[in-house]
């Protein structure tokens, strides 16, 4: 798996050895993150970043946003995931909304991190697949589907398509170019939308060969997992 350098922390942060951890700040006016020592880009990080899709990573790099309606225990793996991983001193906040729940942190050490780091687009750019997700192992990469297409994927009613759905022709490709490298099969469509300016990009997933691989992706969501177990039984899966 892919680790990052020391060096690389140093182009951005100031770099304090603490125990067997990294302390990164900026200043002295921002609190810092903590990171193991060595920070390796694995099926944690993978998944957070599989979870921004639903987030955002707000244009002045100061604060970290997630929302969710469909499932609130993606609240609480986001959460736990910003803790184990970066141990912010800033305080991990959370809101209840009329759809749902959301979380957030001010921090601008951590926005940093997943900015220049982990290459997470800012919420005035295109929502990309980070570029080391592609160079990751397999199970990274499957982490990383796995939390995506919670976050924004679907099961057809007739139980004959797997789909995907973005608003950005940019990330659409980059999910079609990472199942291919999973061998799965897809197909890349875009469908205007009635009474809005922009349309949706679909990524779709066909045929039984293709489920079966999908397997290995799955479904968390529970509305989405017992239609996915619903697909499986109607193939023989």
């Known amino acids: 798996m892919i680790s990052i350098s020391k060096k690389k ?3 951005y942060f100031t770099v ?9 700040n900026l200043s002295e006016n921002t609190k810092p993150i903590y990171i193991k020592r060595p920070f390796v880009l694995d099926e944690n990080v993978a998944s957070l970043a599989g979870l921004m899709p639903d987030g955002s990573l707000i244009r002045d790099l ?11 225990s993606k609240i609480e793996l986001f959460n736990d995931l910003v803790v184990e991983l970066f141990s912010p001193k ?28 982990l290459k997470i687009p800012k919420s005035d ?19 990383y ?19 995907f759905v973005s608003k950005d022709q940019l990330f659409a490709k980059d999910m079609k170019r990472l199942l291919k490298s999973l061998n799965i099969e897809c ?40 239609r996915f177990n619903s697909l499986l039984e109607k193939y023989g899966i």
């Open 187 to 226: 197909h890349l469509t875009y469908a205007p939308r009635n009474k809005q300016s922009s349309g949706q990009y679909r990524v779709s997933i066909y045929r039984k060969e293709n489920f079966i691989k999908f397997k290995q992706i799955g479904f968390d969501i529970s509305s989405l997992k017992m």
């Open 9 to 11: 922390l140093k182009n």
């Open 145 to 163: 589907l796995k939390q995506a297409f919670d976050m924004e994927g679907t099961i057809l009613k007739k139980l004959t398509e797997i789909r």
């Open 125 to 143: 750019e295109q929502m990309r697949v980070p570029r080391w997700i592609y160079k990751s192992p397999r199970k990274v990469k499957i982490a």
């Open 16 to 24: 304090q050895k603490v125990h067997n951890v990294y302390s990164l």
């Open 90 to 117: 800033s305080t991990v906040l959370r809101k209840r909304d009329k759809s749902g729940q959301q979380i957030y942190i001010n921090s601008k050490s951590l926005a940093w991190f997943f900015y220049y780091i």
């Open 62 to 72: 100061m604060r970290i946003y997630f929302h969710q309606k469909k499932d609130l």
